[in-house]
């Protein structure tokens, strides 16, 4: 079946960098939409990024953009999203999510690792 194993969250300060990666099996890799959310406290879950199946194609949210970089590893399976010069406000869980590229709809998520940042 399809696994999607999120690592790298934890306690960062303000202003810090993390990365986080996302490793799929039992799906053919190249041929998915590769994206992440968050969920803050109390708040909805929203769309942070997505590494495109068509290669070197990225999309972000508004708040991220400049700050994160998304990418992908086609060899390894592996999604990843580089957070740089976070905030306080980014402190949530954060969730790999995979898109058939014929698909609208994301069917399926990682566990979700926790990214906090104090101020």
């Not at 993390?18 to 590769?34: H, Q």
């Not at 972000?60 to 953009?65: A, E, G, I, M, N």
């Amino acid at each position: 079946q399809v696994q999607l194993v999120e690592v790298g969250g934890g306690l960062v300060q303000d202003g810090g960098s993390l990365r986080l990666s996302c490793a799929a099996s039992g799906l053919t890799f190249k041929n998915y939409n590769m994206a992440w959310f968050r969920q803050a406290p109390g708040k909805e879950r929203e769309f942070v990024a997505v590494a495109s199946w068509r290669r070197d194609i990225a999309n972000y949210t508004d708040s991220v953009k400049g700050r994160f970089t998304v990418f992908r590893d086609n060899v390894e399976n592996t999604v990843y999203l580089q957070m740089n010069s976070l905030t306080p406000e980014d402190t949530a869980v954060f969730y790999c999510a995979a898109r058939h590229r014929l698909s609208s709809v994301y069917h399926f998520w990682g566990p979700g690792p926790q990214v906090t940042v104090s101020s």
